[in-house]
């Protein structure tokens, strides 16, 4: 152990600074401090020395050059050596044992949409260099970064452990990582003209390992889930396990979780989306949460049977009693009730996760896609609905009111449904899903199969253009009776001729939903 005799603290975020200067302070540590940090723990009674105090110089260039001094960084970085103890005395400084430090708020000042000044004015100097001289020497010096551990710094009054200092310390430089890695994807986003490119020059994503996964895709793939540090709440990441029922995640049921989640974003009244692979196999919306799941469910209650299932509402007693019907993998939702909770976490398996903050449909975000080599990266596809899409229609005949409201619906959920994507609707309910095919065609064979009598007075919703008329021939065939799709194909002339010789009503949006 390493007790704690001196300590240097200086955070922009003082959540829990005061009880900790308080608990240090108590066991007669010495602290040291700077500005905001050291006003704030004089007021609150707690003893300390400024740095200027101790480095006997001050602070210079508006607060500019405060801790960049040989007594500090040479009280950070002296080994416990008669060498260095010489030297150090001989600087006039004294041993820093703990550094406590974490840095100008950098990316919440980009976020603001700050002034570039004001922005460049928060990019931390003193700060990283204290971090990294203490996780460097972290054999004697420990390093807190995270106002969370406090309580573990604290927990022996023999000091830290070399275990806890070592992982203190790895935690420190992963900080200082991600730090300099937004400073640099901020500074090579600026163009010339003073607006910012959503692509900068240099991304790099900044993420913290969660936990290991029993195995990847498959049990010959290991596998583990990290969480990007940049995460939103409201994000899959930041979600709460509510309840694992003796498994944890798996990559499938992360990557279906997602999917899900996606999905069900789309709609503000209650909605519950079931996932399968990835697909949505059934949406459904309604005026309660029950009722919009059991008709989820009942869309395709063969394919539920082991899907994931996501809801746009706290999960009450009522839902919760129809959940524990069918076996599934895991519910991810807002929240859930108390009542909710006693039902669904006495269930075999069944993996819960709870959101906390709810995500709209039209959140922007970059996604990324792993390959060879490389990720491809894009703006989030963040279109709702027909009327953010612009659509028109293009046939003799005009949906009816009903039907655009079906045709709305079922164009949110095409857009989460693989490539070649078809979704067939009764109102707010799929009915029949073909995704993933080769041909387009085939997707609407496909989704009025598992329609089959329901496919009648449906409406249907392509991702993509029909690139020949047999895709709309097969609906008419169906029973199909309203189309939206995106349009522009060079055969537009002929696919609408087939709508028109069917009485189908079609309209075409402009906008292309591929998911791969």
């Not at 603290?9 to 401090?33: F, M, P, Q, T, Y």
């Not at 095409?414 to 078809?422: G, M, R, Y």
């Amino acid at each position: 152990m390493a007790r704690i005799e001196r300590a240097l603290i200086s955070v922009s975020d003082k959540r829990g600074v005061i009880e900790l200067g308080r608990k240090l302070a108590d066991r007669h540590v010495e602290i040291l401090s700077t500005g905001g940090t050291a006003s704030a723990l004089r007021g609150a009674g707690v003893p300390v020395i400024d740095v200027a105090e101790y480095t006997g110089s001050p602070e210079v260039m508006d607060g500019r050059v405060k801790t960049l001094h040989p007594r500090v960084h040479g009280g950070i970085l002296m080994r416990d050596t008669i060498g260095d103890r010489t030297q150090l005395t001989e600087l006039g400084g004294r041993a820093i044992d703990l550094v406590v430090v974490n840095l100008y708020p950098f990316e919440a000042t980009v976020a603001r949409g700050a002034p570039h000044l004001e922005i460049v004015e928060n990019i931390d100097i003193g700060g990283p260099s204290m971090i990294r001289s203490a996780a460097k020497n972290h054999a004697r010096v420990t390093v807190v970064v995270d106002p969370a551990d406090y309580d573990a710094v604290l927990a022996s009054a023999d000091g830290p452990s070399p275990s806890l200092r070592a992982s203190l310390a790895a935690k420190a430089f992963a900080h200082t990582a991600a730090y300099d890695a937004a400073i640099g994807a901020y500074l090579t986003s600026l163009r010339e003209d003073g607006t910012r490119d959503p692509y900068p020059g240099a991304l790099t994503f900044s993420l913290e390992k969660a936990y290991g996964l029993r195995y990847g895709e498959n049990p010959h793939q290991s596998g583990a889930f990290y969480v990007d540090r940049a995460a939103v709440p409201g994000s899959l990441a930041r979600a709460s396990s509510l309840g694992a029922g003796g498994k944890e995640l798996s990559f499938n049921n992360l990557v279906d979780c997602d999917a899900a989640l996606e999905a069900v974003r789309e709609f503000d009244r209650p909605a519950a989306v079931v996932v399968k692979h990835t697909n949505p196999c059934g949406v459904a919306v309604r005026d309660a949460l029950a009722e919009a799941y059991m008709a989820a469910r009942e869309a395709d209650a063969l394919s539920a049977f082991g899907g994931i299932v996501a809801l746009n509402r706290e999960v009450d007693e009522a839902t919760a009693s129809r959940l524990v019907e069918t076996f599934l993998e895991c519910v991810v939702a807002p929240s859930f009730s108390a009542a909710a909770l006693a039902l669904l976490q006495g269930k075999k398996n069944l993996r819960l996760l709870a959101t906390g903050p709810w995500l709209g449909a039209d959140f922007a975000a970059l996604t990324a896609k792993r390959v060879d080599g490389g990720f491809v990266v894009q703006q989030r596809d963040a279109t709702a609905g027909l009327e953010t899409a612009g659509a028109r229609c293009v046939t003799a005949r005009a949906p009816d009111a009903a039907e655009r409201a079906g045709l709305d619906f079922a164009w949110r959920v095409c857009k989460h449904v693989k490539s070649n994507a078809i979704v067939l609707a009764h109102g707010e309910t799929t009915v029949g899903v073909g995704a993933g095919q080769m041909s387009r065609v085939v997707s609407v064979d496909i989704a009025v199969t598992k329609a089959a009598s329901r496919a009648q007075g449906s409406v249907l919703a392509s991702d993509a253009f029909f690139p020949f008329p047999d895709g709309v021939e097969a609906a008419a065939r169906a029973g199909v009776r309203a189309i939206v799709q995106p349009g522009g194909s060079v055969k537009d002339a002929e696919v609408i001729a087939a709508a028109d010789a069917a009485g189908i009503a079609m309209l075409f949006t402009g906008v292309r939903h591929f998911r791969h």
